[in-house]
């Protein structure tokens, strides 16, 4: 599954919604410009000045992220330093904001907000009274985890305001469990954000260095009207392995929609416990997300007015990761036979193998760049052949316009390459779901993909 854009005010959007008395439990999706995902590719320079003696620069690359983030910081209170670090900063990535919506009746809508066309949002509220947190709901990992108050690395004031921090003294139903949570080095990338996350050998694997905390257990409510008991969950007192990804990203934490056999510390997932709790009608939750378009996560079922013709149910290949057979992937004279790949809300690309997707990006003329991702002549969009995926025996496709994240004259391949030597081969991220009413049903451990309605 790492990220937040630059602002020091926010708004939240207000957005309608109408109540259906059908015992699903949406989540508003919404969607955020392609403009800020190619901003996070371009090294900006930021200069700050103090008394026209203090110097530095900022490439949101990472090349000297920490030096200038501590001169900001130790800067806070003089104004010529805080002018220049809002304003350059704002003008690099623009924030947008969305808002809470509230329906009545059993339908509960809550913005989700996709970043850049990469990432996907959402609120969700821990303890009593609640302490809302933005999280990225992530089908490829299980655990519960926010920043704690005093937590470490935990971003800046001048960004966005920094993270919202759980704190346990002010919930009457916190319980203290207080057993070690170990993020380790990782694999998986966020295009938007430089963060690299995957599940191996039980160990999660988010950042590029250690991410620790322990485990606390408290009630967690989703959309007003799922409300959980006795959740085990993280709170991080240390995110410095996440790095400036998680310090520039849109979110506080991650809610992870996989499995508990993904989990870290024997905890279970925030929707097993709540279909065992009872509070959804059905072990199923969906995702329609929104191509420049409102979008909806849906929990306790899916919305038939939200796709049309049939669903293709696809049988997992492994209920731990959402892990799929896939008999081909195909684009222009490249074919890769029978594999393997996961369906992740998390994660914003599609990944494949490395040697693969060099193949792929070579015939179609992008080029790679520092961050390991590809670029390609916006000239050349128009001809870019489609990407197809043969699941049980069914094409799926990504149209070729669509494997592009354009902006600012530049277009970012939406293909990358990782290598994943005990793991799956593809991952077919929010690029592909935003092609697909996917469906995610717990209980029979399968996924389905539908056509969805354009809106």
């Not at 520039?248 to 279970?268: N, S, T, V």
């Not at 081969?425 to 993909?449: A, P, S």
Request: glycine share 10%; charged share 20%.
């Amino acid at each position: 599954m790492l990220f937040k854009a630059i602002a020091l005010s926010a708004a939240l959007l207000a957005s309608s919604a109408a109540a259906e008395d059908d015992g699903l439990i949406r989540m508003k999706l919404s969607k955020v410009p392609d403009h800020e995902i190619v901003a996070q590719h371009l090294k900006a320079e930021v200069r700050f000045t103090q008394t026209d003696v203090v110097s530095t620069s900022l490439f949101l690359d990472g090349t000297n992220t920490n030096e200038a983030l501590k001169l900001a910081l130790e800067s806070k209170s003089n104004p010529t330093i805080k002018t220049a670090v809002s304003t350059a900063l704002r003008g690099y990535a623009e924030q947008v904001t969305d808002s809470e919506l509230l329906a009545s009746g059993k339908t509960e809508n809550v913005i989700i907000k996709d970043y850049s066309n990469a990432q996907y949002f959402g609120t969700l509220k821990i303890g009593t009274p609640p302490q809302e947190f933005t999280v990225i709901f992530d089908t490829g990992s299980s655990n519960l985890w926010v920043p704690k108050v005093d937590c470490q690395n935990c971003g800046y004031w001048f960004i966005n305001g920094g993270k919202d921090k759980y704190d346990n003294g002010k919930s009457s139903s916190y319980t203290a469990d207080g057993s070690d949570f170990h993020i380790q080095v990782g694999v998986r990338f966020h295009s938007s954000c430089k963060h690299f996350s995957l599940t191996l050998h039980r160990i999660f694997q988010y950042g590029s260095g250690d991410v620790k905390g322990y485990f606390s257990v408290d009630s967690v409510t989703l959309a007003d009207d799922i409300s959980v008991t006795g959740q085990k969950f993280a709170e991080v007192s240390d995110a410095g392995g996440l790095g400036v990804g998680y310090v520039m990203g849109k979110f506080d934490g991650i809610m992870g929609l996989g499995f508990d056999g993904l989990a870290l510390g024997g905890a279970k997932t925030v929707f097993k416990n709540a279909v065992d709790q009872g509070v959804v009608s059905q072990p199923v939750f969906a995702f329609q997300m929104g191509n420049n378009a409102d979008g909806e996560l849906t929990f306790g079922g899916y919305d038939d007015s939200k796709f049309t013709g049939d669903i293709t149910w696809v049988n997992l290949a492994e209920p731990k990761y959402w892990l799929i057979d896939l008999d081909n992937v195909q684009v222009g004279s490249y074919s890769s036979g029978k594999t393997n790949g996961i369906v992740d809300s998390g994660t914003s690309l599609i990944t494949g193998p490395s040697a693969e997707i060099r193949k792929i990006a070579s015939s179609v003329g992008a080029s790679a760049n520092l961050l390991g991702q590809y670029t390609i002549d916006c000239a050349l969009v128009p001809n870019l052949p489609d990407l197809e995926f043969t699941i049980n025996g069914k094409p799926f496709k990504v149209p070729g316009k669509d494997l592009v994240i354009q902006a600012q004259g530049m277009c970012l391949f939406a293909l990358m390459g990782m290598d994943i030597p005990t793991g799956p081969k593809w991952i077919l991220g929010d690029v592909f779901m935003r092609q697909y009413y996917t469906i995610f049903d717990y209980g029979q451990e399968r996924v389905g993909f539908a056509t969805p309605i354009s809106s």
